[in-house]
């Protein structure tokens, strides 16, 4: 059984993969002090709790959190007796290309996002990823990462917002029902939403318009359904889109663990 880990900036995912499906999705703040013990009494007790009782036995690891690897490790070793595989090492062989420039590290969650749509749609994609930073990966025809854009996150650019002018209060995300505001929270609400939805169309715009060819549009992440209701902003949207590129590239690995 498959333990697939997806470790961002703010949340960490933890999925059992029996080979065809996901048996569950686990969620947790990501904290890189958490140890492998307190690791394992929270998979445990969570999986206790929906009635799952399986043996884990390979697992694969991605992290934009470097400093957390280590701890996943220790529970690998120390409580499923693996060793887990980890995108972004030397050992970790991907299934696409990566054309970026010489020396550039390219995030993990991003990689495996390409594989992922590659995997589910073909290529010439534009992975739109709202997390802690809202990211656009392109994808070429032949499953290739070819490069992206990044800009800031929603919650950060409402949390840097909030701490920068001291009246304005924390708000939360939603679609108002006007674009002109008539209270402060609309108006904040507003110029979020509407902005993000401005940022993702003008972005997918010009990337299409630079690479001079139809590109299908991926929409992951948890607010990227609420933006969808602003405009056709996405083609389709995947919710488990970096659990389903985990899956492939452990797949793909398999023959060399």
């Not at 709790?49 to 697992?59: E, L, P, S, Y």
């Not at 589910?120 to 990211?135: P, Y």
């Not at 607010?223 to 590129?245: C, K, R, S």
Request: net charge negative; charged share 20%; with cysteine.
């Amino acid at each position: 059984m498959l333990l697939a880990i997806d470790c961002g900036n703010t949340n960490t995912v933890f999925s059992i993969w029996d080979g065809e499906k996901f048996l569950c999705t686990l969620r947790t703040s990501t904290e890189h002090q958490r140890t492998a013990d307190q690791y394992y009494v929270w998979l445990s007790t969570l999986l206790a709790h929906h009635k799952i009782d399986v043996k884990i036995d390979a697992v694969i690891i991605s992290t934009t959190v470097p400093r957390v690897v280590f701890n996943l490790r220790v529970l690998c070793a120390r409580y499923f007796d693996c060793r887990p595989l980890v995108v972004g090492k030397p050992d970790c062989k991907l299934p696409v290309d990566v054309r970026v420039d010489a020396g550039t590290q390219v995030g993990p969650d991003r990689l495996v996002n390409t594989v992922a749509g590659h995997d589910l749609h073909g290529g010439d994609l534009i992975v739109v990823d709202f997390g802690t930073a809202t990211t656009f990966d392109v994808v070429a025809a032949d499953g290739a990462y070819v490069g992206g854009v990044i800009a800031p996150g929603v919650n950060l650019s409402l949390e840097a917002l909030h701490q920068a002018a001291a009246a304005l209060p924390h708000v939360d995300v939603t679609m108002p029902e006007r674009v002109v505001g008539t209270n402060t929270v609309a108006c904040m609400q507003s110029g979020v939403f509407w902005g993000y939805v401005g940022l993702v169309d003008g972005i997918v715009s010009r990337i299409k318009e630079e690479r001079a060819r139809p590109m299908k549009v991926i929409g992951t992440g948890g607010l990227a359904p609420l933006f969808q209701q602003g405009g056709p902003l996405f083609d389709v949207f995947e919710d488990d889109l970096t659990m389903h590129g985990l899956t492939v590239i452990h797949d793909f690995n398999k023959d060399e663990i």
